[in-house]
């Protein structure tokens, strides 16, 4: 149990597009889901965390009119990147947690973005 | 040897030898370690955790040991194969603003050879 999808998997975008990125807890109700980011050869770095029916809580740096992200049900999660650009290209990775376990995220496989 | 680069340290250790991986965490007020394994192209995938209350814990083949008054964590693999080469984080869960929220280390990429 536990398992965490994210959607796609990877993905080539033009400069100047938009890119929606999903992520799914596919047996369990995640109050609260958590988008990283990861450069190569680089950690995962926290971007925001998603609490369903709320607005999303941004780290320090990340803007939020970049990095939409929407949790509008209790499996999903979706971090949409506007205008997206060539430094934007990153591995992205979302995790979820359940609402009375608050020390273990599941994370999900990640989505490679690659902005031409 | 390990070896520390631009960005991400690195072992390297023959198969059938004991790994051990080193990590400072920065909070003293982290409540919880984590330690993950991440292959190449995936996402972490757990391993092992410890809560501050204790100072070692086993898994199978594993052992995290947590030092508090350095603010260290080290991950001990026995016997290691080629399928533990990955790199390895150490995450701390903080609490911040009355939230949770895992901090992860830079990592170390484990080379096992054969």
């Known amino acids: 149990g536990a398992v965490v999808s994210q959607h796609p998997s990877w993905v080539i975008c033009k400069s100047g597009t938009s890119v929606k990125i999903e992520c799914r807890s596919l047996d369990f109700q995640a109050t609260t889901m958590f988008w990283y980011r990861q450069f190569p050869k680089q950690s995962l770095m926290l971007m925001a965390t998603s609490n369903e029916g709320s607005k999303a809580t941004y780290e320090q740096g990340v803007e939020k009119d970049k990095f939409l992200i929407n949790h509008a049900s209790l499996t999903l999660s979706t971090l949409t990147v506007t205008s997206a650009h060539p430094e934007d290209s990153s591995f992205y990775i979302c995790?979820?947690?359940?609402?009375?376990?608050?020390?273990?995220?599941?994370f999900g496989p990640g989505t490679r973005l690659t902005v031409l | 040897g390990e070896s520390v680069g631009l960005h991400l340290p690195t072992l390297s250790v023959q198969e059938g030898d004991n790994s051990i991986i080193n990590c400072a965490y920065s909070n003293s007020a982290s409540d919880y370690f984590i330690w993950y394994k991440q292959e190449s192209g995936k996402g972490p995938q757990f391993i092992i955790d410890?809560?501050?209350?204790?100072d070692k814990r086993q898994g199978q083949r594993v052992t995290v040991l947590l030092n508090k008054t350095v603010k260290h964590l080290s991950l001990q693999i026995a016997a290691t194969q080629p399928g533990d080469s990955a790199v390895y984080f150490c995450?701390?869960?903080?609490?911040?603003?009355?939230?949770?929220?895992?901090?992860f280390g830079k990592g170390t990429k484990l080379t096992v050879n054969p």
């Open positions: 410890i809560r501050s209350n204790m």
């Open positions: 995790s979820a947690r359940r609402h009375w376990d608050t020390d273990t995220q599941y």
């Open positions: 995450a701390e869960n903080l609490t911040q603003g009355g939230s949770e929220k895992l901090v």
